[in-house]
């Protein structure tokens, strides 16, 4: 029979934290360590400077508030697990679209071939239901924020 050993270092007491917890606060930190080497590697965070410090400081909130909206539609998408921006955004890169205005109204022809179709379709379902328990006054029309129209199979 094998075993595998993991160790631990830290300053915490025996009365501060028991051995799960620290193993917890450990994984924790490495997951944080990711969502900055997925920062800096494909969000463009890497290096990024203005001899402006305003500047800089805008560039990083507006970066950090693309990011963060990013993760929550891919997590509405794929709700099981966590999605990298270079896998995401091949997936959508994939899927053609334009926009089509009759009247006053503006809908969004969408493209998309097999199994895609679902994923997408329940994935907007998701979004329009998080939207519409978060921010009911999004509503246009119908009380739905869009219209999703299925293709004829």
């Given at each position: 029979?094998?075993?595998?050993?993991?160790?631990?270092?830290?300053?915490?007491?025996?009365?501060?934290?028991?051995?799960?917890?620290?193993?917890?606060?450990?994984?924790?930190?490495?997951?944080?360590?990711?969502?900055?080497?997925?920062?800096?590697?494909?969000?463009?965070?890497?290096?990024?400077?203005?001899?402006?410090?305003?500047?800089?400081?805008?560039?990083?909130?507006?970066?950090?508030?693309?990011?963060?909206?990013?993760?929550?539609?891919?997590?509405?998408?794929?709700?099981?697990?966590?999605?990298?921006?270079?896998?995401?955004?091949?997936?959508?890169?994939?899927?053609?679209?334009?926009?089509?205005?009759?009247?006053?109204?503006?809908?969004?022809?969408?493209?998309?071939?097999?199994?895609?179709?679902?994923?997408?379709?329940?994935?907007?379902?998701?979004?329009c239901a998080w939207l519409d328990s978060t921010v009911p006054?999004?509503?246009?029309?119908?009380?739905?924020?869009?219209?999703?129209?299925?293709?004829?199979d």
């Amino acid at each position: 029979m094998e075993y595998e050993f993991d160790a631990y270092v830290t300053d915490l007491g025996m009365e501060e934290a028991n051995t799960w917890q620290v193993a917890e606060l450990y994984r924790g930190r490495g997951d944080m360590k990711n969502v900055f080497d997925e920062l800096k590697n494909h969000w463009g965070f890497k290096g990024f400077c203005s001899k402006d410090r305003i500047v800089t400081e805008m560039a990083a909130r507006l970066l950090t508030l693309t990011y963060n909206y990013w993760n929550l539609f891919l997590r509405l998408m794929e709700p099981s697990r966590h999605v990298e921006a270079f896998q995401g955004r091949r997936w959508f890169l994939l899927i053609a679209a334009r926009l089509v205005k009759s009247g006053r109204e503006l809908k969004a022809k969408v493209s998309v071939i097999g199994d895609w179709w679902r994923m997408v379709s329940n994935g907007y379902a998701r979004v329009c239901a998080w939207l519409d328990s978060t921010v009911p006054q999004l509503t246009f029309g119908g009380g739905r924020v869009l219209a999703l129209e299925l293709p004829d199979d």
